[in-house]
Antibody
């Protein structure tokens, strides 16, 4: 079964750091680009970051540029998101998703992990 | 990149059809056929329903269809069923920036 499982979400104070993980199974992870998408409580979906399958390209939303770092370990079939200088507005459920095709549709999503930034 | 524009709500009775619009610009929806639609039930992860404007993944009922006109895309749900009640999000991929833009979501209510 193709599956993505996120972990690492927690309650953290403003200015703190957190590292999220996304474990992939059931498919050849290294062949796919991956992204992180977040959803603030009661709000819509927001793209956060992207990491290409060829390992050459990463991109970030303006709202997290310079604070978040995406990485991947193909040997461990895992995607990561290092989040530093966290703000209250980063509070959200964070999903990882698999990217398909040149048109970028997201065909597999994890169940999400909750990050709460609060003092 | 600005968010795509969706109506906040839509509704229909069982068996009816409903269409949800997604307005973009000439720089996103207008230029590319990279629109996808996602269904999200409360407390659940989003699920891909339509990709590349009008293609359905395996397992998605043919009651769901997508189209595009100019700078706007649409999702039509025909023969509404109770389980179709959910939030629906449109999205487009912007290849030259490797970024994604989502709409704010449309809450579909089956009356």
């Amino acid at each position: 079964e193709v599956q993505l499982v996120e972990s690492g979400g927690d309650l953290v104070q403003p200015g703190g750091s957190l590292r999220l993980s996304c474990a992939a199974s059931g498919f050849t992870f290294r062949l796919y680009s991956m992204i992180w998408v977040r959803q603030a409580p009661g709000k819509g979906l927001e793209w956060v970051s992207y990491f290409s399958d060829n390992l050459f390209t990463r991109s970030y939303a303006d709202s997290v540029e310079g604070r978040f770092t995406i990485s991947r370990d193909n040997a461990q079939n895992s995607l990561y998101l290092q989040m530093n200088s966290l703000r209250v507005e980063d509070t959200a459920v964070y999903y990882c998703a698999r990217v398909r095709g040149s048109s970028g549709w997201l065909d597999v999503w994890g169940q999400g992990t909750l990050v709460t930034v609060s003092s | 990149q600005s968010a795509l524009t969706q109506p906040p709500s839509a509704s229909g009775s069982p068996g009816q059809s409903v269409t949800i619009s997604c307005a973009g610009t000439s720089s996103d929806i207008g230029d590319y056929s990279y629109v996808s639609w996602y269904q999200q039930h409360p407390g659940k992860a989003p699920k891909l329903m339509i990709y590349e404007l009008s293609k359905r993944p395996s397992g998605v009922p043919d009651r769901f269809s997508g189209s595009k006109s100019g700078n706007a895309a649409s999702l039509t749900v025909s023969g509404l069923q109770d389980e179709d009640e959910a939030e629906y999000y449109c999205s487009t991929y912007i290849p030259f920036t490797n970024s994604w833009v989502f709409g704010a979501g449309t809450k579909l209510t089956v009356l």
